[in-house]
């Protein structure tokens, strides 16, 4: 197909590619994973369509805190205003596109562009133009403030943002999802979170679709981690074995969010916090004290969620995990310890059971990490075309809250990812 630029230049684009044909039920093929073309149809239909999370209204709790992210390729500014409100902006300068903040977090009065001086306050307007005298009478500042992505909203502190003034709100995009994020916040005896602990960035030399599957796959938890798992006790030993004696599942939620439940194979409360309840009396007699006994209980014995919110956050346990795609062979996951309001006393814990299992010297995420770019390498190899999605099909089922249930090492939650992926890619 050709195209044309304004001084007439001909250049060839590739024609969109129907990825439908791509994704089946039961198989996807290799190229969803290396074609550059099909990355960047993601990008517009669903990086920049539908919700991603942004950040964390912890990060900003005070009048002009700010963190600057991505969505897609996009940079976007969260900051919260003197008002109270966090809203998300394009980080981009409207005189010349420059980055209005280049920096990753801090507080500010105002973003004022490096390049030529522009400046605008907390709620986005321009307030200064250096030499003014050089516009005519017809120039309004208010045509010039810095442009608000579509649509933000957020959830019990998650913040999301949508590029696309249109599509399902994000009560509708979380759907009973949402239950997943009350999970992780009702751990905390104030019922909130707190992710001011810094972010890990991780680089992945493979497609970013292969972070999401791995989070919620639990074949590859005996053979990927059989280093951590016989060199230190965890709760992943209950997980492994014979597949009989396994009793975790995967859920498939809707809207391509999923879940590993873990909390069906645990022996006793506060398995997923090493055991030892006698450890945390302090903390189980604060919840208690905020929801009853009964609630509290069944809370620290089903532990925090380990699950996808479809496309990009990753409700590790008890650490926060946000992903973006570089290009079609290259993706970066960030992750931080996920503190609870209420209870700092947990708080260097927690610190150091994240940098045990996801820090650069860890276990876990290093092997994910090495695994990941080797399954890239090998999809290189042209034969077979097609990759296999069809272990437990004939034994998931769905349970009363109508979610897809399958057993720990089958693949329903590969196929719910893909099932939403194949809609959200055959809209026009």
């Given at each position: 197909?050709?195209?044309?630029?304004?001084?007439?230049?001909?250049?060839?684009?590739?024609?969109?590619?129907?990825?439908?044909?791509?994704?089946?039920?039961?198989?996807?093929?290799?190229?969803?994973?290396?074609?550059?073309?099909?990355?960047?149809?993601?990008?517009?239909?669903?990086?920049?369509?539908?919700?991603?999370?942004?950040?964390?209204?912890?990060?900003?709790?005070?009048?002009?805190?700010?963190?600057?992210?991505?969505?897609?390729?996009?940079?976007?500014?969260?900051?919260?205003?003197?008002?109270?409100?966090?809203?998300?902006?394009?980080?981009?300068?409207?005189?010349?596109?420059?980055?209005?903040?280049?920096?990753?977090?801090?507080?500010?009065?105002?973003?004022?562009?490096?390049?030529?001086g522009w400046t605008y306050d907390l709620s986005g307007q321009l307030t200064g133009v250096p030499f003014p005298g050089a516009y005519g009478p017809d120039f309004n500042k208010g045509d010039h403030h810095l442009p608000r992505v579509?649509?933000?909203?957020?959830?019990?502190?998650?913040?999301?943002?949508?590029?696309?003034?249109?599509?399902?709100?994000?009560?509708?995009?979380?759907?009973?999802?949402?239950?997943?994020?009350?999970?992780?916040?009702?751990?905390?005896?104030?019922?909130?979170?707190?992710?001011?602990?810094?972010?890990?960035?991780?680089?992945?030399?493979?497609?970013?679709?292969?972070?999401?599957?791995?989070?919620?796959?639990?074949?590859?938890?005996?053979?990927?981690?059989?280093?951590?798992?016989?060199?230190?006790?965890?709760?992943?030993?209950?997980?492994?074995?014979?597949?009989?004696?396994?009793?975790?599942?995967?859920?498939?939620?809707?809207?391509?969010?999923?879940?590993?439940?873990?909390?069906?194979?645990?022996?006793?409360?506060?398995?997923?916090?090493?055991?030892?309840?006698?450890?945390?009396?302090?903390?189980?007699?604060?919840?208690?004290?905020?929801?009853?006994?009964?609630?509290?209980?069944?809370?620290?014995?089903?532990?925090?969620?380990?699950?996808?919110?479809?496309?990009?956050?990753?409700?590790?346990?008890?650490?926060?995990?946000?992903?973006?795609?570089?290009?079609?062979?290259?993706?970066?996951?960030?992750?931080?310890?996920?503190?609870?309001?209420?209870?700092?006393?947990?708080?260097?814990?927690?610190?150091?059971?994240?940098?045990?299992?996801?820090?650069?010297?860890?276990?876990?995420?290093?092997?994910?990490?090495?695994?990941?770019?080797?399954?890239?390498?090998?999809?290189?190899?042209?034969?077979?075309?097609?990759?296999?999605?069809?272990?437990?099909?004939?034994?998931?089922?769905?349970?009363?809250?109508?979610?897809?249930?399958?057993?720990?090492?089958?693949?329903?939650?590969?196929?719910?990812?893909?099932?939403?992926?194949?809609?959200?890619m055959a809209q026009v």
């Open positions: 197909m050709q195209q044309a630029t304004t001084n007439g230049t001909q250049f060839e684009t590739p024609a969109e590619i129907n990825v439908e044909t791509l994704v089946h039920d039961d198989k996807i093929h290799a190229s969803l994973y290396t074609d550059p073309h099909i990355f960047e149809q993601e990008l517009e239909k669903i990086f920049y369509r539908v919700w991603v999370f942004v950040g964390h209204d912890s990060e900003v709790p005070e009048p002009g805190d700010y963190v600057t992210r991505q969505i897609g390729r996009q940079p976007v500014l969260m900051v919260r205003d003197k008002a109270g409100a966090v809203s998300v902006f394009l980080n981009r300068c409207a005189h010349r596109g420059t980055l209005v903040c280049p920096a990753e977090s801090g507080n500010a009065r105002a973003f004022t562009c490096p390049y030529h579509a649509r933000c909203d957020s959830y019990r502190g998650f913040v999301f943002a949508s590029l696309s003034p249109e599509g399902p709100s994000l009560a509708e995009h979380l759907g009973i999802a949402s239950r997943l994020i009350d999970r992780a916040c009702d751990l905390s005896p104030e019922g909130e979170l707190d992710l001011s602990a810094g972010w890990v960035k991780h680089r992945y030399m493979s497609n970013w679709k292969m972070i999401p599957e791995n989070d919620t796959d639990g074949y590859h938890l005996g053979f990927v981690h059989r280093s951590v798992l016989k060199s230190a006790g965890s709760q992943y030993q209950l997980f492994i074995g014979e597949e009989s004696n396994n009793k975790g599942l995967l859920r498939d939620w809707g809207n391509g969010h999923t879940e590993i439940e873990f909390s069906t194979g645990y022996k006793q409360p506060f398995e997923w916090f090493g055991g030892a309840p006698d450890k945390y009396a302090a903390y189980l007699a604060q919840l208690e004290h905020s929801c009853g006994k009964a609630e509290a209980d069944r809370r620290v014995f089903e532990g925090p969620p380990h699950a996808l919110i479809f496309p990009n956050l990753f409700l590790a346990e008890m650490n926060i995990a946000l992903f973006y795609p570089l290009d079609a062979e290259e993706s970066i996951q960030w992750h931080t310890p996920m503190f609870l309001k209420g209870v700092p006393e947990l708080n260097t814990r927690l610190l150091r059971q994240s940098e045990a299992a996801m820090g650069p010297a860890s276990f876990l995420l290093p092997e994910d990490i090495t695994i990941a770019s080797r399954n890239q390498a090998g999809l290189h190899a042209r034969q077979p075309e097609w990759l296999d999605l069809s272990r437990g099909r004939n034994r998931e089922y769905v349970d009363e809250q109508g979610r897809i249930v399958a057993h720990f090492t089958d693949e329903v939650t590969n196929r719910a990812f893909w099932k939403h992926y194949r809609t959200l």
